[in-house]
Protein backbone atom coordinates (compact mmCIF):
# COMPACT_ATOMS: atom_id res chain seq x y z
CA UNK A 1 0.00 0.00 0.00
CA UNK A 2 3.12 2.45 -0.08
CA UNK A 3 3.23 2.76 -3.85
CA UNK A 4 2.13 5.98 -5.19
CA UNK A 5 -1.50 6.09 -6.63
CA UNK A 6 -1.46 9.50 -7.81
CA UNK A 7 0.45 12.98 -7.10
CA UNK A 8 -2.15 15.32 -5.53
CA UNK A 9 -0.80 19.06 -6.96
CA UNK A 10 -1.38 21.71 -3.97
CA UNK A 11 -1.53 25.37 -4.99
CA UNK A 12 1.35 24.79 -7.82
CA UNK A 13 4.07 24.86 -4.91
CA UNK A 14 3.77 21.36 -3.61
CA UNK A 15 2.97 17.48 -5.09
CA UNK A 16 2.07 15.34 -2.58
CA UNK A 17 2.39 11.64 -3.54
CA UNK A 18 -0.71 10.17 -2.86
CA UNK A 19 -0.69 6.03 -1.35
CA UNK A 20 -2.81 4.01 -0.33
CA UNK A 21 -2.33 4.30 3.24
CA UNK A 22 -2.69 8.32 2.81
CA UNK A 23 -5.83 7.12 1.10
CA UNK A 24 -7.01 5.75 4.73
CA UNK A 25 -5.72 8.71 6.56
CA UNK A 26 -7.75 11.01 4.51
CA UNK A 27 -10.54 9.29 5.16
CA UNK A 28 -10.27 9.29 8.78
CA UNK A 29 -9.87 12.73 8.50
CA UNK A 30 -12.92 13.48 6.58
CA UNK A 31 -14.63 11.11 9.05
CA UNK A 32 -13.54 12.64 12.27
CA UNK A 33 -13.92 16.38 10.61
CA UNK A 34 -17.78 15.19 9.57
CA UNK A 35 -18.79 14.50 13.60
CA UNK A 36 -18.43 18.36 14.00
CA UNK A 37 -21.27 19.30 10.67
CA UNK A 38 -23.46 16.37 12.15
CA UNK A 39 -22.75 18.23 15.78
CA UNK A 40 -23.49 21.58 14.37
CA UNK A 41 -26.84 19.98 12.60
CA UNK A 42 -28.00 18.28 15.33
CA UNK A 43 -27.85 21.44 17.52
CA UNK A 44 -29.77 23.17 15.08
CA UNK A 45 -32.17 21.17 14.65
CA UNK A 46 -33.27 20.82 18.15
CA UNK A 47 -32.58 24.48 19.15
CA UNK A 48 -30.32 23.46 21.40
CA UNK A 49 -26.49 22.38 22.20
CA UNK A 50 -26.56 18.30 21.86
CA UNK A 51 -24.38 15.72 20.65
CA UNK A 52 -25.72 12.96 18.68
CA UNK A 53 -24.63 9.39 18.76
CA UNK A 54 -23.45 9.94 14.96
CA UNK A 55 -21.09 12.27 16.61
CA UNK A 56 -19.32 9.42 18.60
CA UNK A 57 -19.64 7.09 15.87
CA UNK A 58 -17.87 9.00 13.72
CA UNK A 59 -15.37 9.87 16.23
CA UNK A 60 -14.68 6.12 16.08
CA UNK A 61 -14.62 5.23 13.04
CA UNK A 62 -12.34 8.49 11.95
CA UNK A 63 -9.76 7.32 15.02
CA UNK A 64 -9.29 4.08 13.80
CA UNK A 65 -8.74 5.11 10.18
CA UNK A 66 -6.20 7.64 11.78
CA UNK A 67 -4.40 5.46 13.63
CA UNK A 68 -4.51 2.63 10.84
CA UNK A 69 -2.46 5.15 8.93
CA UNK A 70 -0.12 6.49 12.12
CA UNK A 71 0.71 2.68 12.46
CA UNK A 72 1.22 0.97 9.01
CA UNK A 73 1.16 3.88 7.18
CA UNK A 74 4.01 6.47 8.34
CA UNK A 75 4.80 4.99 11.82
CA UNK A 76 4.43 8.09 13.45
CA UNK A 77 4.43 8.06 17.21
CA UNK A 78 3.35 11.61 17.46
CA UNK A 79 -0.01 10.57 15.46
CA UNK A 80 -0.70 7.27 17.06
CA UNK A 81 -0.15 8.66 20.41
CA UNK A 82 -2.74 11.77 19.63
CA UNK A 83 -4.99 9.70 17.93
CA UNK A 84 -5.13 7.19 19.99
CA UNK A 85 -5.94 8.42 23.91
CA UNK A 86 -8.95 10.23 22.60
CA UNK A 87 -10.26 7.27 20.63
CA UNK A 88 -10.55 5.68 23.58
CA UNK A 89 -13.09 8.90 25.10
CA UNK A 90 -14.86 8.40 22.09
CA UNK A 91 -14.91 4.16 22.40
CA UNK A 92 -16.07 4.54 26.08
CA UNK A 93 -19.47 6.82 25.05
CA UNK A 94 -20.48 4.75 22.20
CA UNK A 95 -20.43 1.57 24.84
CA UNK A 96 -21.69 3.38 27.62
CA UNK A 97 -24.76 5.17 25.52
CA UNK A 98 -24.90 1.08 23.88
CA UNK A 99 -25.56 -0.24 27.95
CA UNK A 100 -27.03 2.53 29.87
CA UNK A 101 -29.53 3.75 26.84
CA UNK A 102 -33.32 3.08 26.70
CA UNK A 103 -34.63 2.47 23.24
CA UNK A 104 -36.66 5.34 21.31
CA UNK A 105 -40.22 5.64 20.86
CA UNK A 106 -41.26 7.13 18.27
CA UNK A 107 -44.67 8.16 18.37
CA UNK A 108 -46.56 10.09 15.74
CA UNK A 109 -47.02 13.88 16.53
CA UNK A 110 -44.15 13.23 18.79
CA UNK A 111 -40.82 15.80 19.55
CA UNK A 112 -39.23 14.40 16.73
CA UNK A 113 -41.19 15.11 14.38
CA UNK A 114 -41.28 19.59 15.06
Do not use: C
Not at 16 to 45: D, E, H, M, P, S
Not at 70 to 97: E, R
Amino acid sequence: MDDVLFHLHVFHLFKVAVTGWKLIGFLGVFLFTARWFVQAYATKKMKRVTVPMMFWYLSVAGSVLQLAYFVWGKNDSVGIMNTAFPMLVSVYNVVAHLRYHKPEVISPGGPEET
